[in-house]
């Protein structure tokens, strides 16, 4: 990973930083810009394992003059006691904590129609309960009395998130936070914003959508003619095997965003991780409770989700409009 900045080295010497999820994608990327900006970051996630391999990865990184350190904390930001502790044992080892980055969370995608209430929880508990532990617990052990800056990862929810309801209502709602908290816990002299990324390609986030693969086919239904999928006896392609054979297909996902990224590519971890160091620097010294969006103008734009053609709408009240309509169809429908 190449750890550059745009900002001055040493920027965030003294500086003690916990970020979640710091270990993978976007977490890893913020991580290894503060260590270069020579802050004491503590990375905080789920699985030991992740967490130990990229704090040794990260550790090289740091050149021997540097005044940063990467210590890693194995946490589940949904279990309140967990959160706790990660903030206690941030403070046993460095004495303070000046930067939050709210970066774990996730998802799976599902129609809302077939979201279980244990799966809706899990999101929900992640995305915005979690971020609200994390928050609650900095602030009462040390921001509250010192100040801080906290940065919340969110996500491009503008026009809704169909295919992920959950997280959509999560983000939206973490969004909200953001605004309250800059306001409750301004006289502390506490930073609060969020940031809303794009699509941004890692391989862990990839790996997360392993089972879209088989949605390819469902995704074809509008550029049908039949609207619908052709059957195995049909002669054409769907059928339980032709979709076993997509399961690795899943993370093309991400590529058959491009078409409604204005970039016409996919964002990179490396191009978010700037934006969280610039809302923690001293650069943005008079931004709380904003939202910045890190989309390449993706959110403007358009989006995957197709609605297939349907005449299910309610019709609309009969009138001279309705009626001018009409009459004007009947002309062009006998001309062509
Ligand atoms: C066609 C349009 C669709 C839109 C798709 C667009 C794709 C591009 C998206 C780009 C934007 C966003 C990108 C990202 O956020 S990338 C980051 C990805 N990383 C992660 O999400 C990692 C973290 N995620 C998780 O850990 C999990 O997803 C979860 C939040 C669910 C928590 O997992 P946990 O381990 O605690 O829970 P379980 O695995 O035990 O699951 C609990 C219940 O949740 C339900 N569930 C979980 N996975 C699925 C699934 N794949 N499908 C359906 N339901 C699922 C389920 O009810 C689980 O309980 P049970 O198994 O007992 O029923
Ligand atoms: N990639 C994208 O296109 C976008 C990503 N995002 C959001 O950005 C953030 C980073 O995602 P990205 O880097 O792409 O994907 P990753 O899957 O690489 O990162 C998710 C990270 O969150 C951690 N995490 C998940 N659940 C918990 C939990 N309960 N407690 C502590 N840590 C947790 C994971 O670690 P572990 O599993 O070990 O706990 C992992 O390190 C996420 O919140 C994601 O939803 C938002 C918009 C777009």
Known sequence: MAARSVFRSGLFNDRVAIVTGGATGIGKAI???????????VIASRKAERLEAAA????????????????ALQCNIRQE???????????????????LVNNGGGQFSSPAANMKLKGWNAVIDTNLTG???????????????????????????????PGMAHTGAARAAVENLTKSLAIEWASSGIRINSIAPGTIFSKTAMENYKELGPMIF????????????????????????????????????FQMAVPCIPAKRLGFPEEISPAVCFLLSPAASFISGATLKVDAGQSLYDSVWEIPDHSSWPAPPEGEN????RELMKKLKHKL
Not at 222 to 242: D, H, Q, V, W
Request: with cysteine; charged share 20%; proline share 4%.
């Open 81 to 99: 006691d967990q959160v706790r502790e990660l903030v206690a044992s941030t403070l046993r080892l460095h004495g303070r904590i000046d930067y």
């Open 131 to 161: 971020t609200f532990l994390c928050c609650r617990e900095v602030y009462r052990a040390w921001m509250k009395d010192h100040g801080g800056a906290i940065v919340n990862i969110i996500a491009d929810m503008w026009r809704g998130f």
């Open 322 to 325: 309705v009626g001018a309509l």
């Open 31 to 41: 991580t290894a810009e503060l260590l270069h900006l020579g802050c004491r970051v």
């Open 218 to 253: 469902q995704m074809a239904v509008p550029c049908i003619p039949a609207k619908r999928l052709g059957l195995p006896e049909e002669g054409t392609i769907f059928s339980k095997t032709a979709m076993e054979n997509y399961k690795e297909l899943g993370p093309m996902i």
């Open 56 to 71: 040794g990865e990260l550790s090289q990184l740091i050149s021997p003059s540097s005044a940063a350190s990467i210590t």
